[in-house]
């Protein structure tokens, strides 16, 4: 199963499970990324890191090492 | 009998636009709260609505009441009436966007169980209608359980309707019919409470549980100790084991009770429509566009505040050496004028000079904030700032800090994490600054022009802006892995919608900046200019007990040179002066003779005051030509055994010793009334002084091996 770093610019999946720093899931989960809900990869900053996504009308601006905790299901 | 007064805490997601409604409820009657132990600052507003006198708490833009810093815990305990020096709230304001409603609704919904009447300010619902959604406030209300006014605060839309809300809202009871936790975890939390013998409310209680490593448990099992730890640790596994593991419970309970809350009261378009910020942000996050206008918009702060302040400093600047003369004039000869002409006048003629470039900048930020772009420059940088453990918010602070620390400390603002807010304050005043130029110029045109290659005054002078951005990503990265250590910081950060800045938003930033700036920080550089003025004055009587003063007066008629003289030999007695000859052993590994350092110690407060100095000591008067002022001190080095075989490493020497040091009592200042400690400015001043000292003793010990292996 890919984690959310691992996705190209425009490229969506639905959000399986979230692991990691109990600190990062907490706010990934209160930002509103709960398994089941659709992400989608924006793009990368110019220096590849970190990685743009959306989900519902937000938009998240979130550290390679920190998408890793998000596992998806391609879209 | 007057009706007593309504406290009402104002709280908020970051990008809710809760500054705005603050400044629209509380207009200009507002100031900072005094929060001993917070980092942050907290404002408060009072305002009048039919007769009732109101006080609004600004508290920090938060994702969730979950406290992971004692800066979010103060907030937290502000809430629960556990604070000292404020009353529980009597109702709490609860700001949230109309187009992320639902996830602005998950704050609320932990709002809603402080105990306290909630009302919910359903802000930018235009812009959440022209993206066709449809809100019924009313509808929403009852659902919620609490009062519900949809609210422009840009334009004071609503705002009238929101104040008879806050009042009617006191008498109504807290509210009841939020998310209910699973049984399992609320038995859990009760088991806890029981535990803790009341010691806190079922919120923290429940906090405890919810926030694995939160500042909840660290306060509490730090209490506690291990017998809590265990309880702790047990009763989340007993959770996971029945399905209701955290903090993935919290937020499901939470967010499907909102969906089905919002259900009938919201209308969505079944189809996401393409907003503008869609269409910007695949411009300005691309690859190269996105870094092309990154890199316009740092060329054009940068220039504005490096070139165009200068157009607006020297009106003040000439403003003041006006009434400086003008007070010369008006009063006789003695400490009393010295004190007014060189000390005051010129001390805040000091201040003061520093407030175009603190408005010009803030004018940046605020448009920057206010539009949605300042998060895109921060995604851009990130990755760069990050190899020094820092982030992408601390490269503006850090690029002002190469025209000014003073404007570069106070933009650190836009830093939420502490420790990195504090590491980029610490490190903004090694990036080399403008007034560290005109010691460059003086040194390289005096000793590193003629006789070398055309292409060595510009290198060394580049060379001399490289120490800074070499040394401070190094010396931020070792304060993050010493003093500042802790775990790594969470970077997730929303990128808002773009949207118009506010006129009277960016305007209201910049009159904060700068009054905060000259009513905290200006006494204290004050104060510092006084005292060097005053070292540099007495003893004003030379040998046969003649005020220097009138000595001036008389050499004058002789003409300039020989005033000029008198005046080198009144400075070269003072205080300051015979401070700088009993230091000369300090100085002299770094190749300089105790004129030098004199200079550099008068420079402490001000070191764009040393080339006056070095003017003054090298009796060329304090105005004296750069050109004249160069020759002098190349005659007296020739003289002289040390400087006149190693000049070139003697002169890189108070180059790199000022490119380190701290020679700034603003910087200082600013940095004491940003971090509200007396700790962090001496930890700078002492950090640099030591830096420069090696620096400068490297350079010359360097310099003289080289020199004498070429010769």
């Known amino acids: ?75 | 009998m007057p009706a007593a007064k309504i406290t009402v805490a104002l709280v908020g997601n970051p990008n809710a636009g809760k500054s705005t409604l603050f400044n629209a409820l509380s207009g200009l009657r507002q100031h900072v709260g005094n929060y001993p132990g917070v980092t942050v600052e907290m404002k408060k507003g009072r305002f009048t609505h039919l007769g009732t006198e109101f006080e609004l708490i600004d508290l920090p833009g938060t994702y969730s009441l979950a406290p992971r810093s004692p800066d979010e815990m103060v907030a937290v305990d502000l809430l629960l009436g556990r604070r000292p020096e404020e009353h529980r709230p009597d109702v709490i304001l609860s700001i949230v966007d109309a187009s992320n409603l639902d996830r602005h609704l998950y704050l609320t919904t932990q709002l809603m169980e402080l105990g306290v009447p909630v009302v919910v300010a359903v802000n930018m619902v235009d812009v959440a209608e022209s993206q066709g959604m449809r809100i019924d406030a009313a509808a929403l209300a009852r659902q919620l359980g609490v009062r519900v006014v949809p609210i422009q605060a840009n334009r004071g839309v609503g705002l009238d309707t929101l104040r008879d809300a806050l009042k009617t809202a006191t008498g109504d009871k807290a509210p009841v019919g939020g998310p209910k936790l699973p049984d399992a975890v609320e038995e859990e939390v009760g088991v806890l409470g029981a535990e803790l013998r009341g010691e806190v409310p079922p919120f923290l209680a429940r906090r405890l549980l919810l926030d694995v490593g939160g500042q909840t448990e660290e306060w509490l099992v730090g209490r506690h100790g291990t017998p809590l730890r265990r309880r702790l640790d047990e009763a989340r596994s007993r959770l996971a084991a029945v399905g209701s593991a955290v903090p993935a419970v919290e937020a499901r309970t939470r967010y499907s009770w909102i969906k089905a809350a919002t259900r009938d009261a919201v209308a969505r378009p079944s189809v996401r429509p393409v907003t503008w910020t869609d269409r910007i942000d695949r411009f300005l996050t691309h690859r190269v566009w996105g870094t092309l206008v990154f890199l316009a918009v740092m060329f054009l702060i940068f220039q504005t505040i490096f070139v165009g302040a200068e157009y607006l400093m020297e009106p003040i600047e000439g403003a003041f050496a006006a009434l400086g003369d003008a007070a010369k004039e008006a009063l006789p000869p003695g400490p009393v004028r010295g004190l007014i002409v060189d000390g005051v006048i010129n001390g805040v003629g000091g201040v003061l000079v520093f407030l175009p470039q603190i408005l010009l900048l803030f004018l940046f930020i605020a448009i920057l904030e206010d539009c949605g772009y300042m998060a895109r420059a921060a995604f851009v940088m990130d990755r760069l700032m990050s190899r020094c453990g820092l982030s992408g918010k601390s490269f503006i602070p850090l690029l002002s800090s190469v025209a000014c620390a003073v404007p570069g400390v106070m933009a650190a603002r836009v830093i939420e994490n502490r420790r990195d807010r504090l590491a980029t304050i610490l490190v903004a005043p090694l990036m080399s600054c403008s007034a560290r130029l005109p010691v460059y110029a003086l040194l390289i045109g005096a000793f590193l022009t003629e006789g070398f290659a055309w292409w060595v005054p510009g290198a060394t002078l580049f060379g001399m802006y490289l120490i800074g951005f070499v040394v401070a990503p190094v010396v931020a990265l070792v304060l993050k892995r010493t003093l500042l250590r802790g775990g790594t910081p969470l970077f997730v950060m929303e990128l808002p919608a773009y949207k118009r800045p506010s006129l009277r938003a960016v305007l209201r930033r910049m009159a904060d900046a700068g009054w905060a700036f000259v009513r905290r920080a200006g006494t204290l550089i004050l104060a510092s200019m006084v005292v060097v003025w005053a070292l540099l004055y007495f003893p004003h009587t030379d040998s046969q007990g003649r005020p220097y003063e009138e000595l001036v007066v008389a050499a004058e008629s002789q003409g300039d040179a020989e005033a000029n003289h008198v005046r080198g030999e009144w400075k070269r007695q003072s205080y300051l002066g015979r401070a700088g000859k009993a230091l000369e052993p300090v100085f002299e590994p770094l190749g300089w003779d105790w004129r030098v350092g004199m200079a550099a110690l008068a420079s402490f407060p001000a070191r764009e005051v040393v080339v006056g100095t070095l003017g003054i000591i090298y009796d060329q008067g304090d105005e004296a030509e750069e050109e004249s002022l160069r020759g002098a001190i190349r005659e007296q080095w020739a003289g002289d055994p040390v400087r006149s075989r190693y000049p070139v490493a003697v002169a890189l020497s108070i180059m790199v010793f000022f490119a380190l040091c701290c020679q700034c009592a603003s910087t200082l200042a600013v940095i004491r009334r940003e971090t509200r400690s007396w700790a962090w400015p001496a930890f700078t001043f002492t950090y640099m002084t030591a830096l420069a000292y090696v620096g400068a003793w490297a350079t010359f010990q360097l310099g003289r091996v080289l020199t004498d292996l070429v010769s």
């Not at chain 1, 706010?27 to 659709?38: A, H, N, V």
């Not at chain 1, 989608?40 to 590849?48: C, H, I, Q, S, Y």
Request: proline share 5%; charged share 25%; glycine share 10%.
């Open chain 1, 1 to 75: 199963m890919p984690t959310l770093d691992q996705l190209l610019t425009g490229q969506r999946g639905e959000i399986e499970t979230l692991a990691g720093d109990p600190a990062l899931v907490q706010r990934l989960y209160e930002i509103g990324l709960l398994e089941g809900e659709s992400v989608e990869v924006l793009g990368f900053a110019p220096l590849g890191d970190p990685v743009e996504i959306r989900v519902g009308n937000t938009r998240l601006s979130l550290r390679k090492q920190e998408a890793v905790a998000v596992s998806v299901r391609l879209l």
